[in-house]
Nanobody
Framework: QVQLVESGGGLVQAGGSLRLSCAAS??????????MGWFRQTPGKEREFVAA????????YYADSVKGRFTISRDNAKNTVYLQMNSLKREDTAVYYC???????????????WGQGTQVTVSS
């Protein structure tokens, strides 16, 4: 069982930056054994992929909509994954979810463990 807790969301003006954090804990496998992903969801829409990072940090994946603006990273010593979001746009407004899986993927169904989400609101 993996527990994930997101933080760092809030209200920011367009063009600004936020850094989301996801603190992870696991009962069996080390958190460092899991690939991690960030997803987001707005009301009435399906949850969509944002970024993913392999257990070692050696493989990174980004949605086209955030490529060049968002950066995913991890610190396995701190059991924490980050999402640095720069040049934020209104369309980035969403609830952002952290997720964990054994094998890295970009689909919601690839992930077994989810956090409760953190709200990011970008104003114009």
């Amino acid at each position: 069982q993996v527990q994930l807790v997101e933080s760092g969301g809030g209200l920011v003006q367009a063009g600004g930056s936020l850094r989301l954090s996801c603190a992870a804990s696991a009962r069996t496998l080390s958190v460092g054994s899991y690939a991690m992903g960030w997803f987001r969801q707005t009301p009435g829409k399906e949850r969509e992929f944002v970024a993913a990072i392999s257990w070692s940090g050696g493989s990174l994946y980004y949605a086209d909509s955030v490529k060049g603006r968002f950066t995913i990273s991890r610190d396995n010593a701190k059991n924490t994954v980050y999402l640095q979001m720069n040049s934020l746009k209104r369309e980035d407004t969403a609830v952002y979810y952290c997720a964990a899986t054994i094998r890295i993927g970009i689909r919601v169904s690839d992930y077994d463990h989810w956090g409760q989400g953190t709200q990011v609101t970008v104003s114009s």
